[in-house]
């Protein structure tokens, strides 16, 4: 069964440390990985995606990286302010028949940013 | 460019009553996702349109159903609701390839009492 654990599942930080988040999946055959950021009452929101080849990818502040061999990804946040406050969720896509893919969702990293 | 419009935001239904969300992806994606999310289960999968053909489908009831137009927006139908359907349901839409990424709407926050 396709599964996506994260960790923690919540977190606090003061405003300007760094923190990192982990994404473990067992999902096959693999296509790719992303790591959505989600506002409360809002919809999720692409932060980067990663196929098997590609070891980091950067958007801003944020830096995701991937091993396809231990199936692990952390996304790592970097001078971390307020508005950085949300759910971090890592979805991991698998290769299915046809172009078809299907999704496996974790439940998401809780990040609370405090002065 | 327009995102993913979905509506309404927000719905209050009492038990046994029906319910229709609508989304409307954007403009050129043929591919529409539903999500129910819900705080202790994260996102769930509940089916993906194609072109007007449901392409997949999740472990959900037959309560829910749902279907897509030649426009390519789409509809989720929610009968007999239960208070466990409360939940934010989210739609997402995507060019339709593997590889695509997903553009998620704001969600519907459904209320069941």
């Not at chain 2, 309404?8 to 009553?17: E, N």
């Not at chain 2, 989210?90 to 593997?98: H, N, Q, R, Y």
Request: glycine share 8%; with cysteine.
């Amino acid at each position: 069964k396709n599964q996506v654990e994260q960790s923690p599942q919540s977190l606090i930080i003061l405003e300007g440390k760094n923190c990192t988040l982990q994404c473990n999946y067992t999902v096959s055959p693999f296509s790719n990985l992303r790591w959505y950021k989600q506002d409360t009452g809002r919809g999720p929101v692409s932060l980067t995606i990663m196929t098997f080849s590609e070891n980091t990818k950067s958007n801003g502040r944020y830096t995701a990286t991937l091993d396809a061999d231990t199936k692990q990804s952390s996304l790592h946040i970097t001078a971390s302010q307020l508005s950085d406050s949300a759910s971090y969720i890592c979805v991991v896509s698998a290769r299915d028949t046809g172009t078809a893919s299907k999704l496996t969702f974790g439940t998401g990293t809780r990040l609370q940013v405090t002065l | 460019k327009a995102g993913v419009t979905q509506t309404p935001r927000y719905l209050i239904k009492t038990r046994g009553q029906q319910v229709t969300l609508s989304c409307s992806p954007i403009s050129g994606h043929r591919s529409v996702s539903w999500y129910q999310q819900t705080p202790g289960q994260g996102l769930q999968f509940l089916f993906e349109y194609f072109s007007e053909t449901q392409r997949n489908k999740g472990n959900f009831p037959g309560r829910f159903s749902g279907r897509q137009f030649s426009n390519s927006r789409s509809e989720m139908n929610v009968s007999t609701l239960e208070l466990g359907d409360s939940a934010l349901y989210l739609c997402a839409s995507s060019l339709g390839a593997s590889s695509a990424e997903a553009f998620f709407g704001q969600g519907t926050r459904l209320t069941v009492v």
